[in-house]
Nanobody, 124 residues
Framework: QVQLVESGGGLVPPGGSLRLSCAAS????????IGWFREAPGKEREGVSCINNLDGSTNYVDSVEGRFTISIDNAENTVYLQMNSLKPEDTAVYYCAATYDWHAQLDYYDYDNWGRGTQVTVSS
């Protein structure tokens, strides 16, 4: 199984930016769909963004559309989540996940392989 490791989280003021990385130990193209999820204290895990490895299509939860961008660097076997114009409500642990389910989007039940997460805190 491909191992996923997130990095890039940290403390950022409102309006700032972070770029999260999801590094795969093997070939990222081994999975059909890669997604980013987040989990805030006391809340259910929420799908943030995903990218399809077959056709490059992406989708985003409404609350981050226009602010976040997901991308893949196949040469580095890494998926990125560029986060701009961050808001306090973006504060959460962010997880990278992968699945062989081509139909998967932002439902966390569809994902099989998960990283351990990276903390993002948006605060002044």
């Amino acid at each position: 199984q491909v191992q996923l490791v997130e990095s890039g989280g940290g403390l950022v003021p409102p309006g700032g930016s972070l770029r999260l990385s999801c590094a795969a130990s093997g070939f990222i193209r081994d999975y059909y769909v890669i997604g980013w999820f987040r989990e805030a204290p006391g809340k259910e895990r929420e799908g943030v963004s995903c990218i399809n490895n077959l056709d490059g299509s992406t989708n985003y939860v409404d609350s981050v559309e226009g602010r976040f961008t997901i991308s893949i660097d196949n040469a580095e076997n890494t998926v990125y989540l560029q986060m701009n114009s961050l808001k306090p409500e973006d504060t959460a642990v962010y997880y990278c996940a992968a699945t062989y389910d081509w139909h998967a989007q932002l439902d966390y039940y569809d994902y099989d392989n998960w990283g351990r997460g990276t903390q993002v805190t948006v605060s002044s």
